[in-house]
């Protein structure tokens, strides 16, 4: 189901995917929150549909910010091979590994997923060689 939003115009555009990280403390006030503030935080969205409304925001220095329709995404994460079953709900548990030069880290950290969150398996996609010797495989969450 599509839900409406809005963006800066540079991002207005369909097939752009962003995470939605929360709300600004500095949009509290403003009377268009409740349209900036529907998505969930943590969440991956797409575009599919830029509409003609625009409207002036101060966070976007003086620009304006575009409405537009998104859908929600995976996010694509890495997951011990026993959890990795399409359908399943697991619970995520974030890497202890620091290893930043990994290929694998950003799936290892995904992004807007949290630690001891709650997480249905769309996808699994395939193993991941470890360098630390884990038996990883890469899933799509929702």
Known sequence: MALITLLGKAHAEVGREFYYMGPLTECKDCRLKGVCFNLEPG???RV???RSQQHDCHEFDGDSVTAVSVEKVPTAAAVP???AIEGSVITFQESKCENI???NHHLCHAVGK???GKYSVTAVKGDL???LGAKMVSVDLF
């Open 129 to 131: 060689e470890c360098p």
């Open 114 to 116: 949290r630690d001891g």
């Open 43 to 45: 969440s991956k969205y």
């Open 101 to 103: 030069g990994c290929p």
């Open 81 to 83: 091979k026993k959890l």
């Open 48 to 50: 599919v549909e830029v």
